[in-house]
């Protein structure tokens, strides 16, 4: 690896997490990752390292906004897709490509149409003629880099947009760049101003593969479950008794004045797929920790759900921009910090009310009398665990 940074971008059971662990994590979680930035951090050199771990099977390309879907398909070997006429050619000509990552470099540079293609790629196919066909034999991921400067607002514009539908994780890099002294190593290596690209011929696709069909076979812990929850439907929760997402472009003007100053105006719920995206990347980050500590250690499970919840989150358009810019000097991470801390607090407090739960679905029945203790953005946990009490049921009966 090249790629040099000792920032840390957050602690897990005492253990430092870096810039290129959150990359191998999204390998393992198979996360497509996008660095932001325009500081000349490394991107393109992070992105070229991680391109070195899958051998052959993996393709770089250059975004230019006069790349039109013909130069991208001959740049993916599939030129000859224009005189292929059924969708058995297409498919046998489809069934060869094989690639496992593709890097995509000055992403905001393409054009909507190529920019849809790449994304289909890291999804793992290829649209033709209204037809998708698969590449990359099950294991796709993208990693794409680029600065936006003035073109980028989350939640409003194109690119924006689908940035947020098919980037797992968005990662402002220059906010996490290299410390003075990571630069004097690197600068003392060698004053070759451009990337690096040595390979030392060591595919390893196969080996991260299987760590990644290991990691989504492990069941979810029930805490994580439940943390997720929180973050779609606790954090829809209104005080005055409305749901953020029903409020569409009302919110957060129509948040009462007493709540302004509270998160209930400065965070949207997350989605389900961000609600996925998260929770996979805590489990990713899990095991990465635990693989630096080369023994089994104890992660807190609160912890890294909000770590990875700060990764997923910050550009994924659910902070209300005006209110970062005025109370957090246009720091969506500190922000997201603020956020974190309110909902450990908020854990805290339901520490026993979720216990009293857990036992109620342990007894099979639903008891009204320990639901109505969840009140507020606490509800969503009454009809959780009135499903999980009438599951518990139904599976004592089989
Ligand atoms: N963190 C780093 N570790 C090792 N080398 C680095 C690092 N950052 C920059 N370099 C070196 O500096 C040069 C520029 O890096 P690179 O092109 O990866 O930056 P970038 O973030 O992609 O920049 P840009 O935003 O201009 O595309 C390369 O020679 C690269 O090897
Ligand atoms: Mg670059």
Known sequence: MIYKNSTELMQLAGYPVYMSDIADACLLGRL????????GSGKTQLARDMMDKFGDKTVYILGRNDM???ELFQQINLEKLKTAKTSAEIKELTDKINYHLVV?????NCVPSVRGQLFNLFDGFVEVNGKAY???RGYSIGV?????????TESSNDLGRALKDRMHVIIDSDYFSPKPSDTLEILAENTNPRVNFQSDGLDQSE???????????????????VLANYLVHGLDYC???????????????????HAKGSDEALVLPLSTRAAKSTIRLSQALDSIVQGKAGKPVDINLLESMMQAYKFVAAYSGVLNDASVDANYSGDKYKTLDAVI???????QQQEDNIRAGLEMVKSRKVNQKILDRFTGRWTFMRDILTYLAQQEGAKNEN
């Open 207 to 225: 080996e991260i593969i299987n760590k990644h069909n290991e990691l989504v076979k492990q069941s979810t812990p029930f805490e994580k479950l």
């Open 104 to 108: 995509v470099d000055e992403l905001p």
């Open 341 to 347: 801390q309110t909902t450990q607090a908020q854990v």
């Open 239 to 257: 005080n005055n008794g409305m749901s953020k997402r029903k409020l569409k472009d009302q919110w957060p003007a129509a948040i009462t004045s």
């Open 32 to 39: 497509n990752l996008f660095m932001i930035g325009d500081t």
């Open 144 to 152: 794409a880099a680029g600065n936006l400067g003035q073109k980028f």
């Open 68 to 70: 039109d879907t013909r």
């Open 134 to 136: 698969p590449i990359g």
